[in-house]
C-alpha cells in the first residue's frame, strides 16, 4: 500500500503538447517504462535461469520514491507508461501504482506487460485505476509445452487473465518470444489464428541475447522474415497495417478476415532503433537508455541522499541527451549486466 506520506508536492503543471524532451539525435523521448520488481512466479527459459536469485525489498525503490520519480518524468514530458518487470502483479500495491500514475497531469497513456498468471482477478481493479491495455505473454498454446518453457506456469492461469482482461475492456495484446526448435511451429501458426476470432494483437518477438539469462545458447531468434513466410503459407498474404509504418516497436499486419492484428518486433534482423522513444527504469533504480546496452543513470542514490527535484530532472534531461544511437548487436555488443527481468521488458 502507499505509506500515508504519499501525498507528494503539487505537480508542476505537465509540460505542454509538443514540448517533450530530445535527445541528441533529435527524436522524441515520451515513453517510460517501468519495472516494478526484478522477482518473478515463473521462470522462462529464455529469460532467467531456473535458480534465479532476487533483489533484496529495500533496494527496490519504494513507492513513495517511483512515484516522485514518476511525477518528474511527467512534468518532463512522458506521456506514456509501461509496468512491467520481473512480474509487475507480485508488486501488492500495483493497483495504487497505476491510480496515482493515472492522476499525474500529462500522463495519457498506462500500459502493463505481464505473464498473466495473476490476472484474472486483477485485471478490473486495474482497468478502474486507469490501466488502458496489457500485454501477455503466451509462448505457446500446448499447455505441456507452456510448463517446459515457463518452468513452472500453468497454461489456464494465463487465458483465464487473458480473459479477465477483455471483459474488463482493457485493450489485449499477446507477445510471444520466438525461438527455433521451441515454439517456432505450429505454435506460431495456432497464436496467429486467435486474431481470426479476437480483436487482439499477437506480436511475435525475435529473442534477444541478454548473457546474464543463462540461457541456452542454443537458443536462437526466428528472424521476421522466416515468421512472416510461415503465416503466409498457411493463412494468405498479410495486409500491412499503418501503411508498413511502425505501431510502437512492432510492424503490424493483418490476416484475411481477421478482427485482430499480428505484430512483429524485431530487434534482431530489422531494428527499429531509429523510432526509439523510451527510457527504462529499473526496478533498483537505475534508468536505462537502451535495453540492449549496459550504461545506466543512477536515481536512487541521488534519491536517497536527498537531491531536490531540480537535480533528479536534470539529471533524466542528461540521460535523454546521452541516449545511444542504437543497440550494438552487429557489433556483437550484448547486454551482460542484467537479465530482461532486471531491466524490465
Ligand atoms: N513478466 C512479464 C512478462 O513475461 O510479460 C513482464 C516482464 S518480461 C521480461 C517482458 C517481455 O520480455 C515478455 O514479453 C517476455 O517474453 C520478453 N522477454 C524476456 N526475455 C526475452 C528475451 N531474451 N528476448 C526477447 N524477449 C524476451
Ligand atoms: Fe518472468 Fe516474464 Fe521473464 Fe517469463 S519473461 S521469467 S514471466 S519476467
Not at 500495483?94 to 484474472?120: D, H, K, Q
Not at 515457463?150 to 518470444?177: F, P, S
Request: proline fraction near 6%; include cysteine.
Amino acid at each position: 500500500m502507499l505509506s500515508a506520506s504519499s501525498s507528494f508536492p503539487a505537480p508542476l503543471e505537465a509540460a505542454p503538447a509538443g514540448s517533450a524532451l530530445r535527445d541528441q539525435f533529435g527524436r522524441t523521448i515520451d515513453y517510460l517504462r517501468v519495472s516494478l520488481t526484478d522477482a518473478c512466479n515463473l521462470r522462462c527459459v529464455y529469460c532467467m535461469p531456473e535458480n534465479a536469485r532476487f533483489l533484496p525489498r529495500h533496494q527496490l525503490l519504494s513507492d513513495d520514491e517511483l512515484l516522485r520519480l514518476l511525477r518528474l518524468f511527467a512534468e518532463l514530458g512522458f506521456r506514456k507508461v509501461r509496468f512491467t518487470g520481473g512480474e509487475p502483479t507480485l508488486r501488492s500495491s500495483l493497483v495504487e501504482i497505476v491510480r496515482a500514475t493515472a492522476a499525474l497531469p500529462g500522463v495519457e497513456n498506462i500500459g502493463l506487460t505481464t505473464n498473466g498468471v495473476l490476472l484474472s482477478s486483477l485485471a478490473e481493479p486495474l482497468q478502474r485505476a486507469g490501466l488502458h491495455s496489457v500485454n501477455i505473454s503466451i509462448d505457446t498454446l500446448v499447455p505441456d509445452r507452456f510448463g517446459r518453457i515457463t518452468r513452472c506456469g500453468r497454461l489456464d492461469d494465463v487465458l483465464a487473465g487473458v480473459e479477465a482482461a477483455g471483459r474488463a475492456g482493457l485493450k489485449v495484446k499477446i507477445n510471444c518470444v520466438v525461438c527455433r526448435g521451441l515454439n517456432d511451429g505450429g505454435d506460431v501458426l495456432a497464436l496467429a489464428r486467435l486474431t481470426l476470432a479476437h480483436d487482439w494483437q499477437v506480436r511475435f518477438i525475435e529473442e534477444m541475447p541478454f548473457r546474464k539469462s543463462g540461457r541456452n545458447e542454443q537458443l536462437q531468434p526466428v528472424p521476421q522474415a522466416e515468421m512472416m513466410a510461415k503465416l503466409e503459407r498457411e493463412f494468405g498474404a498479410l495486409q500491412p497495417l499503418h501503411g508498413g509504418r511502425l505501431e510502437g516497436e512492432a510492424r503490424v499486419y493483418q490476416l484475411s478476415g481477421a478482427r485482430g492484428s499480428v505484430g512483429f518486433i524485431s530487434p534482431v534482423s530489422n531494428p527499429f532503433c531509429g523510432d526509439c522513444n523510451r527510457l527504462r527504469l529499473t526496478a533498483d533504480g537505475e534508468l536505462r537508455m537502451c535495453l540492449l546496452r549496459d550504461d545506466e543513470v543512477q536515481l536512487r542514490m541521488p534519491l536517497r541522499t536527498g537531491a531536490d527535484d531540480d537535480t533528479l530532472r536534470e539529471t533524466i534531461r542528461g540521460a535523454v541527451l546521452h541516449k545511444p544511437w542504437g543497440h550494438g548487436l552487429p557489433d556483437h555488443v550484448h547486454p551482460s549486466n542484467r537479465t530482461m527481468a532486471q531491466i524490465g521488458g
